[in-house]
Each structure stands twice: as C-alpha cells, then as structure tokens.
C-alpha cells in the first residue's frame, strides 16, 4: 500500500510501452491468425518441423543439463587457478553470436575441420556436422554453460554444514549424492531443462546454418522457407501459429513445474576438503573437457578469421555500419522501455508482465505479423533497420527487467522509508536511492541488449534485400556461398563488434567503480 | 586423553595454534571473542579444517590424518544439523549407515535412542515440522546412537531459549555420562559453561589455551577474557 506522502513514480511512460508491447506482440499474432486462415492444414512437412522442433530442444535440453552436471560439480567444490576465469566464460554464449559459434563449431568438426582431419590421417571416416548432431552440438555448446551456471547456483546454496555432516559420518559418492545432491537436484534440475527447452524451441540460426532439409527443419527455419523462397505468407503465417502456441503452451507448462526455492542457508564455513583420488581425476576431466569443448572453437575462429580481417569486402564494413546503428537504435529503445516499466513496477505487477510479453512469441512469429501489416502499406525492406531494432529491445527486454527489477524492488524496499521521512522528491528519489544501486545491473542489461543485438540473426532476414544486410546476416550469406576466408574474417569481426558492444555499454552504463 | 601437540591452523591471514591436552571423560567448556577461532579449532579435531602443522592424539594414537568419519567423535554445528528432506528416524539412522541399510537391530537401536532424547513416535516427521528443542533432540539421538567417545558442540542450542537449552546441556551432559564421553562445548553464556562443564579451554589472540577450572576461570578472568565477558 501506497501512503498519500510517497511521491509516485510516473505511469503514463510506462502505460505507454506497456501497449506498444501488447500491440506488437498481440497485434503480431492477430495478424499472423487472420492470415493463415486461408492456408489449409498443416502439411505433412509442417508436421515433421514441429515434431523436429519439439525433439531437437527436448534433446538439447536433456544433453547439455546431463553434461553440466558433473561440471558444475566439479567447479563447486575445486580451487584451482583460472576457476574464476573459467566461470566468467560460461557467461560468455550469452553476448556470443550464434553465427559466431557456428563458425568455430565448422572449424573444429566441420568437413575440413581439425576432427576430420584427425580422423582422415588415422584413415578413420569423417563425420558430418549437418542435420540433427549438429544442431544438438551447436545447442548444447550454448546451453551446457548456461546450465553449468543455473546448477552451479544450486551447489552454491547447499549449507556448508551439510558437507561437513557428510564428511564426519562418512558418506561415500553414492551417499552423498543419495542424501545431498540429489535432493538439491531435484529442485534445480527442471528450471535448468525448461529453460534450455524454451530457448532451442526457437532455434533459427543454427537450424539455418547446421540444419535444413525434410529432417532437420524447425518450424522457425520453416517459416524463413514459406516466406523467402515460395513467398508463400498463409503458410507462414500458419507456421507462425503453431510455434507460438507451441511456445506459450511451453511456457505455461514450464512456469507451473518451477519449484520454490530452497531455504536452508548455512553459516558459510568453509566446506571441508573435497574427497580425492579418482573423484579429483573426474572432476579435473570434466573441468578440462568443458573449457577445451568452449575454448577450442572459438580458438579457431580466431585463428581462422584473423588474417583475413583486414581484406574484407566493402559489403562487410557496409553491413557493420548497419550493424552498428541497429544496435544503438535497439540499446536506446530497451533503456528506455525499461526504465519505464520499472519506475512503474516497483509498486505493480503489470508492467514487468507485460515487459515479458516477448518470452511468449518469438522474432520470427513478430517479423511474419509485421511483415503482413506492413506489406500492403510500405515496403517492408525500407523498414528492415528499425523494425530489427524494435525486434531486438523487444527480445531483449524480459533480460534486462530480470536484471534491474530485484535491484529495484528491493532499493525500495530498503530505502524507500528513509526516502519518504527525508521528503525526497521523485527526482532526488531516482538520483539518490534508484540510480546507484541499479546503474550495475542496468549497465550489465543494456550491454547484454547491445551485444544481443549486434549477434542477432533473426527478424532481419525476413525483410532485408541484398545490400541491405547486417553483419550477421551478411556473415551468413558468406558462409552459405562457400566463401570461407571472408566468412572467417567476418565471424572475427562479428565477435570483436559484440564484445566491444557489450564492454563499452556495461561501463558507459554501470560505472566502471564496479562496488560503487 | 585428547592433545593437541604443536597444532596450528593457518586459513587466509587468520592463525591459531594449540597446545594442550585434555582428559578422557572430561566436560570442557571453549570460549572466547567472536572471530577467535572456536569453531574453526573444533573443525580442526572433526577434520573438516586442514591443519598447517603439528598433530592431534587421541589416546596415544594420532588422529589428525585420519578422514573425518574415521575420527572417533561426533560433532554438532549451530544449525543444518539435520536434512531436511529425511525424516527423523532416517537422520539419525545415517549415523549408523550413510546408504540407510539397516538391519531390524540397528532399526531397534534408531528407535530406542529416539525415545531416550524423548522423540518417542516422531521418528516419520521431516524436521520443517518440529519444534527447535525437537530438532537438538534429534541431532542429540544421533550422537547418542553413534557412542563416539567425543562429543564436540558447536553451538548447537544457541537459538533455544534458556529453559530449553538447560534442558538440551543436561541431556548432553547425561548421554556424555553413560558413554563416559569426553565433551568439547562452544559457549557464549558462562552459565552453560558452569552447569555442565568443570573446565574451560580461551581461546583468545591466535591461541588456544589448555583447560582451566571454569569457575576460577570466570571469577579472575584474564583481560582478553575479562574484555570478551564485559
């Protein structure tokens, strides 16, 4: 409850975004069912991508929490030198571009990559990474570390008492995992699948560059096919259709198998010394396998891409341009819708709910509505930039208020009694209680939103015309004509712009006084 | 007898060392300033804290490279003594079997350590659904079932209230007594030390002291424990 004497925070802004929201992403999918009314049934074909889709993120899913578990163990209870290093790393698929990663992955199991070779000079037959493998090797590259951090998290949160217990009464592996990890498991193990499962049900790049064909098309990669090469929008649309609702059904099935979190917290002891002998070689194993699995391929992006960076086409610098205006344009966007919403939500419920909207349709779904509003009214390629850039802010912004909202809530929470006694105004209240406690994760949001941006490989490809790429997409292009030098200068180019995004808005943003 | 030969224990700029032995069947009482290292010096007996140098014996034999479930003592922390997803009787039945296979004896002697802590028919309840003074009961089963001749508390009823923790130190000092267990206490009221513990062991700038008599030790503190006591 509100008192008379607190200043309110502005709604109207807020208001504002929160309609522009329900109409882009409502509107999209109004648009997206008035349209495929006409389009029939789902062919067989359709069928098949949304039996693919469903499988390869149910796979995804299960593979790379499968594969986190022992990493994320083995980073709980060892010190080593690099531990932390490693564990910022894990961080690090989020501000990578999917493209990028692709391009490593190639480089390492692709037809001429280092395992081939490998396994040609021990006159062994190569593999292929195209098709199902490879799009669970792509996910799983991006999701293990994911996971790694969400398991992590859970490990971080068992009482050091009860390592200790396990310690004084003896229990070996199997009882401790019997009575320690399994229970904590248990509770965070399903969050970590469904989120992995959500996130590959939209897989569009990698099903784009590593998948395709009657078995490895999902029903994202299959709306980009009715539109770009049959232009067939009433399937789109009706593609569109089935993988919004597929996700929404994802969604709600997901938000109501979340458990609550765990409570018991410890005093924070030291946790006694971990058991050695073949537990340590396990760890030590798991530990190396999954810095080598993240760090070989993007080694070889570097070592692929770097000399050829600097002969670039012209194309390539163009498209960098675009790159480069989309990503600010999306950055400013997102900066302003969340700060919007979360002056409005510090006391509401609504505005984060609609701030969320997004995690419900996917970019594709979005950018086939937008495609047939604006269709008959404009050309859609004139608009190709600022509709990825809205897209993007709009993807992003579910991100970013998990990052600023619980900064705020509890800013308010914590001071906004003091702030009420000592009369503070609404600006002296945001400049003096708000802004400081969330310019951190508000640098860290809008950062994650550049580099998100300037990697995406989505929407646009649904409107761009040749000349009018971004990066990734042109980095696409590359690839898909075989033009192996240009496409690894550019996947190095690609990767020095997102983390320059990334760094250069998180300190802009969030100080560089990180403790500040 | 439990000494404590040159032992010294060094964690990130914080050092402790001990030099002193303690009698077999004796009641000690271990106190000093917060941050001086009581707990740490207990996790050093259990084998939860490395030790930088010297050794730990326990009756002549050297126990200090011994894993800590081999070491012949039970320890009991401030809290998350319990888990709290096994029931009663299941917590303390790990203290016989960490894999919960017991045979109809051990399941007798579960049930009857229960009802001596006065947990009688509480053994199917999950600890969210007892009380705080049930909880150290429960803790307390195990150690009475695991008859280790050393008992080490850290703290473990300091969130009961006062009537409840005389009752919980009079059981220790009961379970100690059939045993003849020797018991380390973590205290931060002189009155517990004075109800169940003749002896007292400082701990106080970087050094554990050997055991004094505690009501001596409590009517002439020294100023480290003069400064603590207030």
Same mark, same amino acid.
């Given at each position: 409850m509100r008192s008379p004497s607190e200043p309110a925070m502005p709604r109207g802004p807020a208001a504002l975004v929160a309609a522009g929201l329900v109409a882009l992403n409502f509107g999209a999918l109004a648009a997206v069912a008035g349209r495929a009314d006409g389009a029939g049934g789902l062919s067989a074909a359709d069928w098949s991508a949304l039996r693919f889709t469903v499988m390869q993120a149910a796979l995804s899913a299960l593979l790379s929490v499968a594969l986190a578990i022992p990493v994320a163990r083995a980073l709980a209870r060892r010190r080593f030198p690099g531990r932390g290093a490693l564990i910022v790393l894990m961080g690090a698929p989020f501000i990578l571009p999917v493209l990028v990663a692709v391009s490593g992955l190639l480089a390492v199991f692709g037809r001429n990559g280092w395992v081939n070779d490998a396994l040609g000079l021990v006159g062994l037959p190569t593999v292929s990474i195209y098709g199902l493998h490879g799009i669970l090797l792509a996910h799983v590259f991006f999701n293990l570390p994911l996971s790694v951090r969400l398991i992590l998290q859970g490990w971080a949160r068992v009482?050091?008492?009860?390592?200790?217990?396990?310690?004084? +009464?003896?229990?070996?592996?199997?009882?401790r995992f019997r009575h320690i990890e399994a229970p904590m498991l248990a509770r965070v193990v399903p969050g970590a699948l469904g989120v992995v499962f959500l996130i590959c049900l939209t897989s569009f790049a990698v099903a784009l560059t590593l998948g395709g064909g009657p078995r490895a098309t999902t029903l994202e990669l299959a709306i980009y096919q009715a539109f770009r090469f049959e232009f067939d929008l009433g399937r789109a649309a009706l593609l569109a259709g089935v993988q919004a609702a597929v996700g929404l059904a994802a969604l709600v099935l997901l938000t109501r198998a979340t458990l609550p979190e765990m409570r018991a917290t410890g005093h924070d002891r030291p946790a006694p010394p971990p058991p050695g002998g073949l537990e340590l070689v396990l760890d030590a194993g798991a530990i190396a396998l999954a810095a080598g699995f993240l760090l070989v391929p993007l080694v070889a992006v570097l070592a692929r891409g770097l000399p050829h960076l600097w002969g670039l086409p012209a194309p390539?610098?163009?498209?960098?341009?675009?790159s480069l205006l989309v990503a600010g344009a999306s950055v400013l966007l997102l900066a302003a819708m969340a700060l919007a919403l979360t002056l409005a939500a510090l006391t509401r419920r609504w505005p984060e709910i609609a701030g969320s909207l997004a995690l419900v349709s996917s970019p594709l779904v979005i950018g086939t509505g937008l495609f047939i509003v604006i269709h008959p009214l404009a050309d859609p390629a004139a608009l190709a930039l600022p509709i990825t850039a809205l897209?993007?802010?709009?993807?992003?912004?579910?991100?970013?208020?998990?990052?600023?909202?619980?900064?705020?809530?509890?800013?308010?929470?914590?001071?906004?009694?003091?702030?009420q006694v000592l009369g503070l105004d609404r600006r002296a209240q945001w400049r003096l209680v708000l802004w400081p406690r969330l310019r951190r994760p508000a640098?860290?949001?809008?950062?994650?939103?550049?580099?998100?941006?300037?990697?995406? +490989?989505?929407?646009?490809?649904?409107f761009a015309q040749t000349g009018g790429e971004t990066l990734p997409m042109q980095l696409q292009r590359l690839m898909g004509a075989y033009r192996t030098d240009d496409a690894a200068g550019a996947a190095v180019l690609l990767l020095a712009v997102a983390l320059a995004g990334f760094v250069v808005v998180e300190r802009l943003v969030g100080g560089r006084d990180a403790d500040a | 007898m439990l000494t404590l030969d040159g032992v010294v224990i060094a964690q990130d700029g914080f050092r402790l060392s001990a030099d002193l032995s303690v009698e077999a069947g004796a009641r000690v009482a271990v106190i000093g300033p917060s941050g001086a290292g009581k707990s740490t010096l207990l996790g050093a007996l259990a084998g939860v804290v490395p030790l930088a140098s010297?050794?730990?014996?326990?009756?002549?034999?050297?126990?200090?490279?011994?894993?800590?479930?081999?070491?012949?003592?039970?320890?009991?922390?401030?809290?998350n003594n319990l888990l709290p997803h096994l029931s009663v009787f299941d917590n303390v039945a790990l203290g016989?079997?960490?894999g919960l296979r017991l045979t109809s004896e051990q399941r007798a002697a579960v049930t009857t350590a229960l009802a001596e802590t006065g947990l009688e028919g509480l053994g199917g309840r999950k600890p969210a659904t007892l009380s705080g003074g049930q909880i150290s009961r429960a803790a307390l089963a195990r150690v009475l079932l695991r008859a280790r001749p050393l008992i080490l508390l850290d703290e473990p009823f300091a969130a009961l209230g006062p009537a409840l923790k005389n009752a919980m130190l009079d059981l220790v000092a009961q379970i100690a007594r059939r045993h003849g267990a020797t018991v380390l206490m973590i205290s931060h009221d002189p009155a517990d030390a004075l109800r169940i513990c003749p002896q007292t062991i400082l701990v106080a700038d970087g050094r554990a002291e050997a055991p004094a008599d505690t009501a001596a030790l409590l009517r002439d503190p020294p100023p480290a424990l003069a400064a603590y006591l207030g």
């Open positions: 009482p050091s008492e009860h390592l200790r217990l396990s310690a004084t +009464l003896g229990f070996d592996a199997s009882a390539v610098w163009a498209a960098l341009g675009r897209v993007n802010a709009a993807m992003a912004l579910p991100f970013a208020l998990r990052a600023i909202l619980p900064a705020a809530r509890r800013a308010q929470a914590d001071y906004g009694r003091l702030a640098g860290f949001a809008l950062g994650l939103g550049a580099a998100l941006s300037l990697g995406d +490989l989505g929407v646009i490809v649904l | 010297g050794q730990i014996r326990w009756q002549g034999a050297r126990i200090d490279t011994l894993p800590p479930a081999r070491r012949p003592l039970s320890i009991l922390f401030q809290d016989i079997d960490p």
